[in-house]
């Protein structure tokens, strides 16, 4: 399994005998019959471009293709950085129609990530904030590497901008009300032992140990007859995926409309140009 289908520029190889396929910021290997392993591979940051949501949606398809593997691990090729949320530079000074297609991209990965049929466990190797949060949130199982500098949360008003009404409802599903009032309110970003303390995670290891902590999980999941599993997972995720599904342009038009004002543009550019200090 796992060939190409045309959607992405692929090169197959053979690693101690596994099947493993590199992409266009994606890696898609089988390292045991049932569990797939996505990694993320967009440097600098692993930000959410359009191409880089799309190919991630992409390769969660082409997993599910093998009626034999029955879960993923999501991990990074970057030690210190899961994700570093939606890429910026989309949502600074942009061309309106890519815009709107940019967020139906990102819209089409959460639905695609949330609700697939795979036991999705996120490796969280370092940062984590906005997007890529929501990866994490939109997965089954989060492990995330130790060290306090590392950060995970939505921080989207520090931005000067809103979280979308579904991921704040992701938010509220995670961690509970109150919990979500004050990290959206504050845009706070929660080390990996304060993450844990509010539920947003579900274990911190050692940095060395995550992806075998992550896919000794996955495997762990993979066993459970996948009827009742998904049956389980539809009845807890559907009612808020159906919701998306119905509100998906008029969400896109909210999202045009934040962006596009002048004074959100304005904190996107200071942002950006914060952002290492080097822009
Ligand atoms: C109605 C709905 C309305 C709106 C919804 C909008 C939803 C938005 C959700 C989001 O995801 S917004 C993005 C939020 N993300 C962040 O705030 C993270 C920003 N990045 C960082 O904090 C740091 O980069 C890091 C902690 C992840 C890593 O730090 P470090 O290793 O020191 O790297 P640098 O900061 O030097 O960054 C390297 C390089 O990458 C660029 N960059 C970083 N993050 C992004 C990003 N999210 N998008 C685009 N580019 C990013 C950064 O500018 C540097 O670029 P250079 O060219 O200067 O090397």
Request: aromatic residues 6%; proline residues 3%.
């Amino acid at each position: 399994m796992f060939a190409s289908r045309g959607l992405l520029r692929s090169s197959r190889r053979l690693v101690g005998g596994i099947s493993s396929a590199t992409r266009t910021y994606v890696n898609l290997s089988k390292p045991s019959t049932s569990v797939a392993v996505l990694e993320l591979d967009r440097a600098p940051v692993n930000s959410l471009s359009k191409e880089m949501a799309d190919a991630v949606s992409a390769a969660i398809k082409e997993a599910e293709g093998d009626d034999k593997v029955q879960a993923l691990v999501l991990k990074s090729s970057n030690p210190k950085i899961f994700s570093a949320g939606l890429d910026i530079t989309e949502m600074n000074n942009p061309e309106v129609e890519r815009l709107e297609d940019f967020w139906r991209s990102i819209q089409d990965l959460f639905l695609t990530l949330y609700g697939s049929r795979l036991s999705t466990v996120a490796a969280i190797e370092g940062h984590s904030p906005a997007g890529g949060c929501l990866l994490a949130m939109s997965c089954d199982y989060r492990v995330m590497t130790e060290g306090e500098n590392f950060k995970i949360g939505l921080n989207e008003t520090k931005l000067g901008i809103a979280a979308p009404y579904w991921l704040k409802d992701l938010f509220v599903k995670t961690i509970g009300n109150r919990e979500a009032e004050l990290g959206l309110g504050l845009g706070k970003l929660y080390s990996p032992s304060e993450a844990l303390s509010v539920n947003l995670i579900d274990e911190v290891v050692k940095n060395e140990d995550v992806l075998e902590v992550a896919m000794k999980e996955a495997e762990t999941w993979a066993k459970i007859p996948p009827k009742g599993r998904v049956a389980s997972k539809v009845m807890l995720r559907s009612e808020m995926m159906d919701e998306l599904r119905e509100k998906k342009e008029l969400d896109v038009g909210w999202f045009r409309d934040f962006i596009m004002e002048e004074g959100t543009q304005k904190g996107i550019d200071a942002y950006l140009k914060s952002l290492g200090g080097k822009k």
